[in-house]
């Protein structure tokens, strides 16, 4: 049972519930619960932690295949989406953690200060601050812990310009896949399961014993 949604999902729902017939309408949400039911089934059979964070990425990667005619204009070294605030559960925080604990190297201050910060505060809306700068950004502009990266970053394609997502009012066009979108919402909807900024996630996991 779905019970939080993300963004790009419920805008998709309401616009199929807008533009389809009613019976067409229902059988997108029971295709929908089936493949969440699938997802869940798929994640109990794993243990808790580090373990099923890594099982939803393996889950994500597969979502994302299927791009269909849609070609990403993403690559490395465009980092504007690296600006952002980036929701990841706990339990990818413990993924992240776990690498910073083996010697990788992050600015801590930052990312203190960055989960000092209340949820979608408006310091995020500055977009390409040195402040808004993942700990996890490289001075090249690209991911230092790519094969670890969230969920929510590996479902975050563009077709549009780079420098439209770099710029306050820019035109982004984000590549939807529902499958995607399906699997982050399970997730977030399992019992238990946090959901919060990369920063508080990898602060938290950090500090514990």
């Not at 490395?76 to 910073?100: P, Q, W, Y």
Request: with cysteine.
């Amino acid at each position: 049972m779905l019970t939080r949604l993300t963004p790009t999902l419920r805008a998709l729902l309401s616009q199929y519930q807008q533009n389809l017939p009613p019976e067409h309408y229902r059988e997108f949400v029971e295709h929908i619960e089936s493949l969440s039911a699938g997802f869940v089934r798929e994640l109990e059979a794993v243990p808790a932690g580090v373990e099923r964070a890594r099982r939803v990425h393996q889950l994500m990667e597969g979502a994302m295949k299927d791009l269909g005619p849609d070609q990403p204009s993403c690559r490395a070294g465009c980092s504007a989406c690296c600006h952002l605030e980036v929701e990841i559960t706990r339990e990818e925080g413990m993924v992240l953690a776990a690498r910073v604990k083996k010697g990788h190297p992050i600015d801590r201050e930052r990312l203190a200060q960055q989960a000092a910060r209340e949820r979608q505060g408006p310091e995020w809306q500055r977009k390409e601050q040195p402040s808004n700068r993942c700990v996890f950004l490289g001075q090249n502009g690209a991911c230092t812990v790519y094969t670890d990266r969230p969920a929510s970053c590996r479902k975050l394609l563009v077709i549009s310009h780079p420098v439209e997502c770099a710029t306050a009012d820019g035109k982004v066009q984000a590549i939807t896949i529902p499958m995607a979108e399906v699997l982050l919402s399970t997730v977030i909807s399992m019992p238990g399961v946090e959901f919060m900024s990369l920063s508080k996630g990898v602060s938290l996991a950090l500090d514990a014993p």
